[in-house]
């Protein structure tokens, strides 16, 4: 399968999720196409919950949730860890945005962000941490295939403020 380019349809998906309340949607999976023609989507990738960068990065989104709704905006990240770390990790950094577990990694292959890295002369297969944003049409309107997380959320945020 091709990885997502900017102008392109975003590849479907259906996880499950916390805190998917806090962007007004009940139980406790998340279907794109649930929010695709009323918000934008910003969909970021990361390697594991309760790591420095991750945490970094998270907090960032956090920090601006505001700004991202006030302009027509939801954050989701993704990563391959399981509801009960996502749980602990929204709980112990206050996140208020959804996070959803893809365990198989099938959605964030799908996406283009598992690949094969190097830290430490070790190699192995993981994510990379990336962000997409997603239009109201279900459009990639921008992506970062490999992510600083010190200010990145507000990098992410300019670009939705440029949108519509």
Known sequence: MAEPTEGKSAPPFTLPGINLDRIGLEGDRLALKDLIGERIVVVYFYPRDNTSGCT?????????KGQFTR???????????????????????????????????????????????KIYGKTFMGTVRSTFVIDRKGKIAKIWPKVSPEGHAREVLDVVKSMD
């Open 71 to 117: 302009n027509g905006a939801v954050v989701i990240g993704i990563s391959t860890d399981d509801i009960a770390s996502h749980e602990s990790f929204a709980s112990k950094h206050r996140l208020n945005f959804p996070l959803l577990s893809d365990e198989d990694g099938a959605v964030t292959q799908k996406y283009g962000a598992w690949a094969e890295k």
């Open 56 to 64: 970094v990065e998270a907090q960032g989104f956090r920090d601006l």
